[in-house]
T-cell receptor, first 114, second 114 residues
């Protein structure tokens, strides 16, 4: 079983600034993956970044990077040089090796202000 | 690559009616997932298929819900005797079962039960 907590229901950031979204999770599996997805208003879910839990190195994808703390079961997302198009709901989701479905948190609504 | 498609995009029905949704996955993907998302929440897992086999069903999937994936291609999700509580966005995702199994989402079908 997996649970996910995203403690920031809403956040805002000025364009070009940096923002960090937090996520903590719990899982009964020893091996798993972690994902961040974004869901823009009235648009479909898009993968932002993924992290293999067995890798110590934090994943990076252009302006997006994660801070993965396995012992603390924390998986935060940092967005650098925020752009207006980053405005969306962001979801953290672990995926176990045995239970393949994603377990989503309640999301963080990020608004990038001009 | 046409991505994951879902049909219809919107459905309004009266309580007690049956509805059926269709999902066409990315062509080479062997896994297909159904999720349900209510307003302001993250998606919740319903069921998933590997090829034509339905491997797991959530407890959320009551007897009124049935899903099929004949021949391991497209999938249908049927809700019988709809209730107002079934109003939600129904999301389909597909993936290829290897390594970090990234799921790609369709645009969803928004159901409103009056």
């Amino acid at each position: 079983a997996q649970t996910v907590t995203q403690s920031q229901p809403e956040m805002s950031v000025q364009e070009a600034e940096t923002v960090t979204l937090s996520c903590t999770y719990d899982t009964s599996e020893n091996n798993y993956y972690l994902f961040w997805y974004k869901q823009p208003p009235s648009r479909q879910m898009i993968l932002v970044i993924r992290q293999e839990a067995y890798k110590q190195q934090n994943a990076t994808e252009n302006r997006f990077s994660v801070n993965f703390q396995k012992a603390a079961k924390s998986f935060s997302l940092k967005i650098s040089d925020s752009q207006l198009g980053d405005t969306a709901m962001y979801f953290c989701a672990p995926q176990g090796f045995s239970a393949r479905q994603l377990t989503f948190g309640s999301g963080t609504q990020l608004t990038v202000l001009p | 690559d046409t991505g994951v498609s879902q049909d219809p995009r919107h459905k309004i029905t009266k309580r007690g009616q049956n509805v059926t949704f269709r999902c066409d996955p990315i062509s080479e993907h062997n896994r297909l997932y159904w999720y349900r998302q209510t307003l302001g929440q993250g998606p919740e897992f319903l069921t998933y298929f590997q090829n034509e086999a339905q491997l797991e069903k959530s407890r959320l999937l009551s007897d009124r819900f049935s899903a099929e994936r004949p021949k391991g291609s497209f999938s249908t999700l049927e809700i019988q005797r709809t209730e107002q509580g079934d109003s939600a966005m129904y999301l389909c995702a597909s993936s290829f079962s290897a390594g970090a199994e990234t799921q790609y989402f369709g645009p969803g079908t928004r159901l409103l039960v009056l």
